[in-house]
């Protein structure tokens, strides 16, 4: 399906909702350890989403080549990416394989920043336009060890806090699947103020049996979840480690 024909999934400018999804692509490489990354961009075609944060879009050693070809997904999905400073190497498509594709938004600003921790990890922070609101997007892929995941969690909501009275949503593969007071999340979930509906999770790991919600969409209380829910389907279940996940955002008119 081209852009163009995918036209009624664009996001009408007079409404006050859109689709948001994230997806850790695991480099294009599915359940078979083949990377075929023209399947990752069928089942982002298939989230249907107009935000949508990817983790693990580069190789992860030498140039950190990008795996995606963004024009096909451009051409399929009518998604395209959030600019990142050159200086960040041209062969990567993402910061630290992060990448934050958008359709119908009007970008003000990307600023990628680095996140504290025993491992290399990152962040992009972008504020956008939607429909003519604002709305200020984060998106990361925060480390494995839970001491990092904490002091990660307190810098995203630094950047939260310097949003004022901006909605501001975080994606991403997070890395965690407590809910209680051990959640490494604690410090976003404070700042976010999330509601009940915007703290809501879905197992998204691993792809062909999931129980643990790594992946994670918190909103806070001026832009509001809806239907949050894995996006689990056959093709999705074969083409990384992770299922997609995807919800409704409501953003204040």
Known sequence: ??????????????????IVGSYNVHKGVGADMRRDTRRTIEVIREIGADLVALQE???????????????QLKETTGLEPAPLPARLGAAAHGWHGNLLLFRGAEIE?????????LEPRGAIVCDLRVAGRPLRVIAAHLGLLHQSRLIQ????AQEIEAAEDRPTLVMGDLNEWRLGARCSLMPLRKQLRAV???????????????????????????????????????LARQASDHLPIKARLRLPG
């Open 109 to 117: 600003d990307v600023r990628p920043i680095t996140l504290p921790g």
């Open 153 to 156: 969690a307190r810098r995203l």
């Open 1 to 18: 399906m081209t852009a163009q024909a995918s036209e009624s999934q664009r996001l009408d400018t007079g409404d006050s909702e859109l």
């Open 196 to 234: 009940k509906r915007s703290a809501a999770t879905a197992a998204s790991f691993p792809a062909r049996l999931p129980v643990l919600p790594l992946d994670r969409i918190i909103g806070c209380h001026r832009a509001e979840l809806l239907d949050l829910a894995t996006h689990d389907t056959p």
């Open 57 to 71: 879009v580069d190789r992860r050693f030498g140039e950190r080549k990008g795996v995606i070809d963004l024009a």
